[in-house]
């Protein structure tokens, strides 16, 4: 994100405190002993940017931001289109949100504002215009933060009508719409553009066409309104970089495209902690974080986490000690260039008035988190030539936003869970290659596959125009190719594909799916070695969830189901392709399996860990790099204390003798 220095800091709402200036003071005293160098401002202060229509009071902001800047502490600047005031609600009603059911929503909360609103979308421009012509040179200003966790649909006849826009831009005749969503089927033929309407539990909903292209027209019309924002911000003079911050897991808006507009992107980190076993929480976060990180292939920033419990979880217990420090140190060794939480000052009233924050209600420096804060903001001044180092990776897994929209409505062999058991099926592969000590991309069916040795797509029941010749084009050249069960069924209109499946692979895989049978949660099958030699895999594996039945052509039978009729088919298979290999998994794999495939497949690819052997269970190890530094970070999220083999190097953070004790971390600079 920039050179020389990692943020620390965070949320800070000073406009709940205006009246009461004692407390700004302290604020910035209790800031510089925990060396606090950045906090976002504006979020949520419109209403106070604007108290009416068109009078705006930035003076309050402006001191602010200049007695930060004199304190050393710079500012990333929201628009404040996240939460609007009461009176632009009761001015404009169009901007309220309508249901699914078509119901108009009251005032209130967050986020309910209709992004296609005319009157919204002026109202935002007007503002951010303004704030920007004022701040947008201020030397403190480092970033535009562009509203705020951007969610949520509507339904109003204005998105009924942008809708109806939207789709005939996409298919130019009604003719070719009911061709793409099969609408002979029930006989829901469409007569004009002017009959679709957004799907609805009270109207049409099983036109698997319509839902799927209602949320690209929800993430679209996201994009766009974000788009506006920016351009305001441009218009009015200011290049100073956009951020937009992201939510965990989140499926409303497709990412990779939204990472496209704006200069870096970030996302809020809320685990719970100690609802399961710390390592696979770590697990889960890490997962994410590089999700995040490549959307761009660039650092990005942890925009908030939570210093202290939460209020908003069904169970928000206290951080046990250590966890903010290693917490924000894992943003870092996944390739964040800051930490940040939300929030710095709890506020006296409102939906969080309990949720953790650097400042309490009490106000006092002697707290255990305001001292775990300190900490960790002396662990990142430590970390300071991290910063702008990028993160390099040789594998990759598929994570596709349409993909899951189209698996979540298909009506297929399971309706349940169907997106949970995606994220499992990538998050297996995902963590063996980790166990392996690998840095691990992400990547949707639109990105190259150029750089990597190793590539695998869990569940890509959708392909993408164009997808099915990439993957045979990587596998020709020499790459490693894994896909699953449940790919290649539909085209981007979920229109089932003629002639066999994987469509378009089937010669790459040597083989042909025939049916696929959907188990119970509770029921499980095995898969087996077919023959001697298939060396580092174990006899037999507990399989769940999916099994695929295939007719092999060119592929050979690694492994074969156990029980039901279909034992003895295949269920693991591989088919040598051009110079590089495709391999097929027919069934939901336990974490045992995924572990020792890709523990063989990265030795066939060629692909070594940042450090020599295995990682043990619940350790994390990664790197980030400058022409210059391989940086080497080590996390142990384990019950025990654990001892890594280093390389030579300078010990920037941690013990120097490799050792790790539970919630320690290391950081090891690597001259190359």
């Known amino acids: 994100m920039r050179d020389g220095y990692l943020m620390h800091g965070g949320d800070y709402n000073p406009e709940q405190w205006l009246d009461m200036p004692e407390v700004f003071d302290t604020d910035i005293e209790r800031f510089r002993e925990a060396k606090i160098n950045t906090v976002t401002l504006g979020v949520f202060s419109w209403s106070k940017l604007e108290p009416k229509d068109g009078e705006y009071h930035f003076e309050w902001l402006e001191a602010i931001i200049d007695r930060l800047y004199a304190n050393g502490i710079s500012v ?129 909903y099983s036109i698997m066409g319509l839902s799927l292209d209602w949320k690209r027209f929800v993430s679209d ?32 808006i497709d990412y990779f495209r939204m990472a496209k507009k704006v200069d870096a992107v970030s996302w809020d980190n809320y685990p719970a902690w100690d609802k399961r076993e710390r390592k696979e929480t770590a697990q889960r976060t890490a997962f994410w974080h590089d999700v995040i990180r490549s959307l761009k292939k660039k650092p990005f920033l942890m925009m908030e986490s939570c210093p202290g419990a939460t209020n908003w979880q069904g169970v928000s217990r206290l951080k046990r000690p250590g966890l ?118 992400f990547a949707d069916q639109s990105c190259a596959l150029d750089g990597y040795k190793l590539v695998t797509a869990p569940m890509q029941y959708l392909f993408h125009e164009g997808f099915a010749e990439r993957v045979r084009s990587f596998v020709e050249k020499g790459g490693i190719f894994v896909m699953t069960y449940w790919s290649g069924v539909v085209d981007e209109n979920d229109r089932c594909f003629l002639g066999g499946t994987p469509h378009g692979l089937m010669d790459v895989f040597g083989l042909r799916s025939e049916e696929l049978d959907a188990l119970y949660d509770w029921e499980e099958n095995e898969i087996c070695l077919a023959k001697d030699g298939l060396t580092g895999m174990r006899e037999r594996y507990p399989v769940k969830y999916f099994c695929d039945l295939v007719k092999p052509k060119t592929a050979e039978t690694l492994m074969v189901y156990g029980k039901d009729f279909y034992a ?83 010990m920037l953070y941690g013990s120097a003798d490799g050792t790790l004790e539970p919630l320690g971390g290391l950081v090891l600079a690597v001259k190359k």
């Open 324 to 441: 903010v420090r290693a917490a924000s140190l894992q943003s870092i060794a996944h390739g964040a260039d800051g930490a940040l939480y939300f929030q710095m000052r709890k506020s006296r009233g409102g939906e969080e008035k309990f949720h953790g924050a650097v400042l309490d209600h009490y106000d006092g420096n002697d707290t255990r988190i305001f001292r775990e804060v300190c900490e960790t903001g002396d662990m990142l001044e430590r970390l300071g030539r991290v910063s702008g180092a990028g993160t390099k990776a040789e594998a990759a897994v598929l994570y596709d936003w349409e993909n899951l929209w189209a698996m979540e409505g298909s009506w297929g062999p399971r309706n349940e869970g169907m997106r949970r058991l995606s994220l499992e099926c990538a998050s297996g592969a995902y963590r063996a290659l980790r166990r392996l000590g690998m840095n691990v991309d």
């Open 221 to 252: 019309q996201t994009v766009d309104f974000m788009e506006q924002e920016i351009a305001a911000i441009r218009a009015a003079g200011s290049d100073k970089p956009t951020v937009v911050n992201m939510m965990y897991y989140f499926g409303g």
């Open 568 to 650: 003895g088919q295949p269920a693991l298979l591989h088919n040598s392709y051009g110079s590089g290999s495709a391999w097929y998994l027919c069934a939901g794999a336990c974490q045992e399996f995924y572990d020792d495939l890709y523990r063989k497949l990265a030795k066939e690819a060629g692909l070594s860990g940042i450090l020599p052997g295995e990682i043990p269970d619940g350790v994390e190890v990664t790197s980030r790099e400058t022409e210059e530094y391989t940086f080497i970070f080590a996390q142990n999220f384990s019950e025990g204390s654990v001892s890594l083999a280093l390389p030579d190097g300078e």
């Open 76 to 204: 990333i600047l929201a628009t404040p289109s996240g939460a609007r005031p009461h009176w632009l609600a009761d001015r404009y009603p169009e901007v309220l949100r309508v249901n699914e059911k078509r119901q108009r929503m009251l005032f209130g909360t967050r986020h309910n504002h209709c992004m296609t609103s005319p009157a919204y979308r002026e109202k935002v421009r007007q503002i951010d215009t303004r704030l920007a012509a004022r701040f947008g040179a201020h030397p403190a200003v480092k970033l535009w933060h562009i509203s705020n966790e951007y969610g949520g649909e509507c339904h109003c006849p204005l998105c009924q009508k942008a809708f109806q826009g939207w789709l005939e831009r996409k298919y130019g005749t009604v003719q070719a719409l009911n061709d793409a969503w099969c609408t002979a089927f029930w006989s829901h033929t469409y007569d004009s553009f002017s009959q679709v309407e957004s799907p609805s539990s009270i109207g049409e």
